[in-house]
């Protein structure tokens, strides 16, 4: 469906959540206990890396150009070996049954609908295959998920790895700037810990080895195993080259900012994903928007680069493209979807964002997703 015809159906009610991000957002932190509001939309200490996300975004103009053939547009992408249908991905959000009862299942079933790319967390509140078959069973044609690693030492991620392999994940994304979590002051004054609720364990609990350390898949002691291993401050370069050499799959490194980390990156791994963990480890980091040009420029295109931290719009899309992503990781808005109104709700953020971004698309002069560059947008004030 395109951007004209989703308009078409929004206006004669087909969307189950506001169109407006702001609203959307607002409506479903008003619909959640503090808890899981306080997980869903908290950040790093005063979350200004949050704001900022949003700000970069400000910082940049469309430069449209016209008298240019946009009657039909192409979305498709290419990641490494892989053609996506469009650019957005849904990005690794664990513990989702804390916003519905079905959580990850109910995205990987709206992602399928959709035709979205999935990445989904190692903290998934469903077994990692649970989510595949969902995914799966409602595509037209073939999904596309990837699996997003914690680290949780060697001998748990390599079973977590051999089981994303056999259940059709077709590329590892490492998550690399979590060693710990950061000091999350709506987090910590909630007092809620969704582990110690049986948030996020679904993975875990279905993993042989996690299974032999617990003594069984009781809640509570699959969640002391999961907290002794979960997050390593000693994770380097080594253990990307350890991962790397025991799976066949692509390793795409995740909250890579600075260039000379992707220049080493671009050698030790298969691709990197500018963002900052959504503003929710270091307060006062650099917006995600402004390492991305940086962190294209310095891998030349050797390796694929993705965004993620601070997408709402059909134009942060575009604009995220101009300046050097091959694909766009989608987060909170999906999950605020996810609780507002289940698989509809995510499947409807999904088709939103895609129409938004087929309109400015046509409205730009593009007619291809792969055609943007930096060509395509400009500082504001230059």
Request: hydrophobic share 40%.
């Amino acid at each position: 469906m395109d951007g004209t015809s989703r308009k078409r159906a929004v206006a004669a009610g087909a969307s189950t959540v506001p169109l407006d991000p702001e609203a959307l957002a607002e409506q479903a932190a008003a619909d959640l206990p503090p808890g899981p509001r306080a997980y869903l939309v908290g950040g790093a200490e005063t979350e200004q890396t949050i704001r900022d996300n949003r700000c970069a975004f400000d910082r940049w103009r469309i430069r449209p150009r016209v008298l240019r053939d946009t009657s039909t547009r192409d979305h498709q992408v290419t990641v490494g070996d892989q053609r996506l249908t469009h650019p957005l991905v849904c990005a690794p959000i664990g513990m989702q049954s804390l916003y519905d009862d079905e959580g990850e299942v109910a995205t990987a079933r709206a992602a399928g609908r959709t035709g979205t790319a999935l990445c989904l967390s190692t903290v998934s509140s469903a077994s990692l295959e649970a989510v595949a078959r969902a995914q799966d069973e409602a595509a037209d044609g073939a999904a596309v998920r990837w699996f997003q690693v914690y680290w949780s030492g060697r001998e748990v991620t390599a079973s977590l790895v051999r089981r994303a392999e056999a259940a059709g994940y077709s590329a590892l994304v490492l998550t690399v700037d979590t060693p710990v979590t950061g000091w999350r002051v709506r987090e910590l004054e909630s007092g809620y810990a969704p582990l110690d609720h049986g948030h996020g364990l679904g993975t875990y609990a279905a993993d042989p080895v996690v299974r032999e350390r617990a003594g069984g898949t009781d809640d509570e002691a699959v969640a002391s195993v999961v907290s002794d291993c979960l997050g390593d401050a000693s994770l380097d370069w080594d253990d990307v080259a350890w991962l790397r050499e025991r799976t066949d799959l692509p390793l795409y490194l995740k909250g890579v900012v600075h260039p000379d980390d992707a220049r080493r990156a671009a050698d030790a791994a298969d691709g990197v994903v500018v963002s900052n963990h959504g503003g929710r480890q270091v307060d006062g980091e650099l917006a995600a928007l402004e390492a991305l040009g940086p962190v294209a420029r310095e891998v030349g295109g050797s390796i694929p680069v993705l965004f993620d931290s601070g997408v709402r719009t059909g134009a942060d899309v575009f604009r995220a493209l101009a300046l050097g992503a091959d694909a766009v990781l989608l987060g909170r808005p999906y999950c605020y979807g996810l609780t507002l109104a289940g698989a509809d709700g995510v499947a409807d953020v999904l088709r939103n964002l895609r129409a938004a971004f087929d309109l400015t698309l046509e409205l730009s002069g593009y007619p291809t997703a792969s055609a943007l560059d930096g060509n395509a947008v400009v500082r504001a004030g230059d």
